[in-house]
T-cell receptor, first 114, second 116 residues
């Protein structure tokens, strides 16, 4: 089966840096996504990694190591509005599965304190 | 670009009735749409994959006769929850794939279903 693991909860203070880790085991791999989801809302796209390395986009960066089945999302200069659930999702699956199918982790609930 | 809408945003219905949820891609054609369900403090669980003009592919454990999916056009997919029960109360989210060969999905705003 497909397994995506990430911590359930994390807390940090405003202005700090936080790293949210995600490990995965999937039978196929076509890239890893990070989404942000506020309570009661749909996920919004943050990043996509398909090659090893770091992708930087403003205050958010995402890293991928395919050999280790590992990714992290790095959030800098934290703001109160960054309090949300962060979902790690892998596009992949066994041969024959639907192209673009995403396997989601349970999400990491980040709380940013003033 | 790449906006997906859902209607209604929330709905309350009585047990035993059916509810239809619409998912529309507003500014692009979506060859594939996905339907997810999310319970409180849980992650998104894929229910089914919907391809335009063909039958939906359901995930294991999802009753196809209970959750009817229709993808009649490249911009519209519908999910009908038939004979709804309180345990069907959940947050239903659709997503659409922008183009063939793309791995990125764009999510709708979700529909909160409460069955009393």
């Amino acid at each position: 089966g497909q397994n995506i693991d990430q911590p359930t909860e994390m807390t940090a203070t405003e202005g700090a840096i936080v790293q949210i880790n995600c490990t995965y085991q999937t039978s196929g791999f076509n890239g890893l996504f990070w989404y942000q989801q506020h309570a009661g809302e749909a996920p919004t796209f943050l990043s996509y990694n398909v090659l090893d390395g770091l992708e930087e986009k403003g205050r958010f960066s995402s890293f991928l190591s395919r050999s280790k089945g590992y990714s992290y999302l790095l959030l800098k200069e934290l703001q109160m509005k960054d309090s949300a659930s962060y979902l790690c999702a892998v596009s992949g699956g066994p041969r024959g599965s639907t192209l673009g199918r995403l396997y989601f982790g349970r999400g990491t609930q980040l709380t940013v304190w003033p | 670009g790449a906006v997906v809408s859902q209607h209604p945003s929330w709905v309350i219905c009585k047990s035993g009735t059916s509810v239809k949820i619409e998912c529309r891609s507003l500014d692009f054609q979506a060859t594939t749409m996905f339907w997810y369900r999310q319970f409180p403090k849980q992650s998104l669980m894929l229910m089914a994959t919907s391809n335009e003009g063909s039958k939906a592919t359901y995930e294991q454990g999802v009753e196809k006769d209970k959750f009817l999916i229709n993808h009649a056009s490249l911009t519209l997919s519908t999910l009908t929850v038939t004979s709804a029960h309180p345990e069907d109360s959940s947050f239903y989210i659709c997503s659409a794939r922008h183009r063939v060969g793309s791995y990125e999905q764009y999510f709708g705003p979700g529909t909160r279903l409460t069955v009393t």
